[in-house]
């Protein structure tokens, strides 16, 4: 801007001071979420082992900057063997290691991408603008969209947004199980953030640190890291269907007008009242809603697919007629019950818990149709007989007769979607 006459030296200067709050608090911002994310993982690093054992595997792998366990002093085979028999996960030290690796291969991923105009995601502009103190956006603006390096620019907000929110594993996860291409997960990942509002129902987290427990926060993020996942996950499933721009627009007016009508059902099956209680200023319904986001998108994908022209709210009714009458709630409960102990039961978990979100929706779209959940029931009576009997099977597992397993997870959901037809 020197050259092109835009700043003087003086001005320049100035400028530059006025600025240092503005960069300070961006550094600071970025050391704060990398911190967080390793917190999160280390809470869960027993649990994640397989999961960090295969993510590895893949790094070792990489095309740029291939990982080499020996130089990074990072487990080998025999060591996690030991470490899964006594119940000890990978340390913060080696989680570090993990998502700095992450982060390169992801960045040169999307560079790559960029320069070979293999990359078509409209938002990314966005996070460009991120980049810069508030200051230069608004008076430099367009400066900023021709810098030189803004490809590596976009590239390195975008690998740091992704990683230090939904740490290193996430993207070969949902690539894992969904079979789409990374790009297609970067992209998903974006449009939900963006869909949802969840920025700034991040923000609130964050503000939420002196307010309540740690650990209080901390179950929060998990929540809404898994939540982001499944959310991810169905709109790679319905990605031919919502890809172009009308269908976007028509998916984000709906979500948005919707989020109120679900508030109105979802309030009173919040797992988060205590937090309520403790902190009345927090604005976001997001908290309430948390954990019927997956639902909801699947239900306006639904609706938009079979292009009906009935109220979307009305649907909503019929699944919160559904969710109270057939205690749904008690599937989700099974999902966090059974652990899994290699990476494709993990997988085989999280695709289950996808086909789930799929018959409770169209569960709720018969209910719909048939009039009310009075009148399905009454043309669905032996069904629900055998129904109730499952009910009793999960509430028996979960209580301890027995031990529940991926078997029952999967006899569940099939019997959901027969129900669903």
């Given at each position: 801007?020197?050259?092109?006459?835009?700043?003087?030296?003086?001005?320049?200067?100035?400028?530059?001071?006025?600025?240092?709050?503005?960069?300070?608090?961006?550094?600071?911002?970025?050391?704060?979420?990398?911190?967080?994310?390793?917190?999160?993982?280390?809470?869960?690093?027993?649990?994640?082992?397989?999961?960090?054992?295969?993510?590895?595997?893949?790094?070792e792998?990489?095309?740029?900057?291939?990982?080499?366990?020996?130089?990074?002093y990072?487990?080998?085979?025999?060591?996690?063997?030991?470490?899964?028999?006594?119940?000890?996960?990978?340390?913060?030290?080696?989680?570090?290691?993990?998502l700095?690796?992450?982060?390169?291969?992801l960045?040169?991923?999307?560079?790559?991408?960029?320069?070979?105009?293999?990359?078509?995601?409209?938002?990314?502009?966005?996070?460009?603008?991120?980049?810069?103190?508030?200051?230069?956006?608004?008076?430099?603006?367009?400066?900023?969209?021709?810098?030189?390096?803004?490809?590596?620019?976009?590239?390195?907000?975008?690998?740091?947004?992704?990683?230090?929110?939904?740490?290193?594993?996430?993207?070969?996860?949902?690539?894992?199980?969904?079979?789409?291409?990374?790009?297609?997960?970067?992209?998903?990942?974006?449009?939900?953030?963006?869909?949802f509002?969840?920025?700034?129902?991040?923000?609130?987290?964050?503000?939420?640190?002196?307010?309540?427990?740690?650990?209080?926060?901390?179950?929060?993020?998990?929540?809404?890291?898994?939540?982001?996942?499944?959310?991810?996950?169905?709109?790679?499933?319905?990605?031919?269907?919502?890809?172009?721009?009308?269908?976007?627009?028509?998916?984000?007016?709906?979500?948005?007008?919707l989020?109120?009508?679900?508030?109105?059902?979802?309030?009173?099956?919040?797992?988060?009242?205590?937090?309520?209680?403790?902190?009345?200023?927090?604005?976001?319904?997001?908290?309430?809603?948390?954990?019927?986001?997956?639902?909801?998108?699947?239900?306006?994908?639904?609706?938009?697919?079979?292009?009906?022209?009935?109220?979307?709210?009305?649907?909503?009714?019929?699944?919160?007629?559904?969710?109270?009458?057939?205690?749904?709630?008690?599937?989700?409960?099974?999902?966090?019950?059974?652990?899994?102990?290699?990476?494709?039961?993990?997988?085989?978990?999280?695709?289950?818990?996808?086909e789930?979100?799929?018959?409770?929706?169209?569960?709720?779209?018969?209910?719909?149709?048939?009039?009310?959940?009075?009148?399905?029931?009454?043309?669905?009576?032996?069904?629900?007989?055998?129904?109730?009997?499952?009910?009793?099977?999960?509430?028996a597992?979960?209580?301890?007769?027995?031990?529940?397993?991926?078997?029952?997870?999967?006899?569940?959901?099939?019997?959901?979607?027969?129900?669903?037809?």
């Open positions: 801007m020197l050259l092109q006459e835009k700043l003087d030296l003086s001005k320049r200067d100035e400028f530059l001071k006025e600025m240092t709050e503005d960069v300070a608090a961006l550094i600071l911002e970025d050391n704060y979420h990398q911190t967080l994310i390793l917190s999160l993982m280390e809470r869960s690093a027993i649990e994640d082992l397989d999961m960090y054992q295969s993510l590895i595997c893949h790094l792998k990489d095309p740029f900057i291939p990982l080499d366990k020996a130089v990074e990072l487990p080998s085979d025999e060591e996690f063997n030991r470490r899964r028999t006594f119940k000890q996960g990978l340390t913060r030290p080696e989680l570090s290691i993990l700095a690796y992450s982060k390169n291969g960045y040169r991923h999307l560079l790559s991408s960029m320069s070979k105009d293999d990359w078509n995601f409209d938002g990314s502009d966005k996070y460009l603008k991120r980049y810069f103190p508030s200051l230069i956006q608004e008076k430099f603006e367009e400066e900023i969209m021709q810098h030189p390096l803004r490809k590596e620019i976009t590239a390195t907000v975008m690998s740091n947004e992704i990683m230090n929110r939904m740490g290193p594993s996430f993207l070969l996860e949902v690539s894992q199980i969904s079979n789409a291409e990374i790009n297609d997960v970067v992209q998903a990942y974006f449009h939900i953030v963006e869909i509002g969840l920025n700034s129902f991040w923000r609130e987290l964050e503000q939420l640190e002196s307010k309540i427990e740690a650990k209080e926060q901390y179950e929060i993020f998990t929540e809404l890291m898994q939540t982001i996942r499944q959310l991810t996950l169905i709109f790679l499933r319905h990605k031919n269907l919502i890809k172009d721009e009308n269908r976007q627009d028509y998916l984000v007016h709906n979500i948005k007008n989020l109120a009508a679900f508030h109105g059902h979802a309030e009173s099956y919040s797992r988060h009242q205590h937090i309520r209680v403790k902190v009345k200023h927090l604005s976001s319904h997001t908290l309430d809603l948390l954990h019927f986001l997956p639902m909801m998108l699947e239900l306006v994908c639904h609706h938009m697919y079979l292009q009906e022209k009935e109220d979307l709210a009305n649907l909503i009714g019929a699944f919160f007629e559904a969710y109270t009458h057939l205690s749904l709630s008690l599937f989700n409960e099974l999902d966090s019950h059974i652990n899994t102990s290699s990476e494709w039961q993990r997988i085989t978990k999280a695709g289950l818990c996808d789930l979100i799929q018959a409770q929706a169209n569960l709720a779209w018969h209910i719909y149709k048939a009039g009310g959940f009075n009148l399905w029931s009454e043309e669905n009576a032996h069904s629900l007989l055998q129904y109730n009997e499952l009910v009793l099977l999960i509430q597992s979960m209580n301890g007769a027995t031990k529940p397993d991926l078997g029952l997870l999967t006899h569940s959901t099939h019997f959901l979607r027969q129900m669903a037809h």
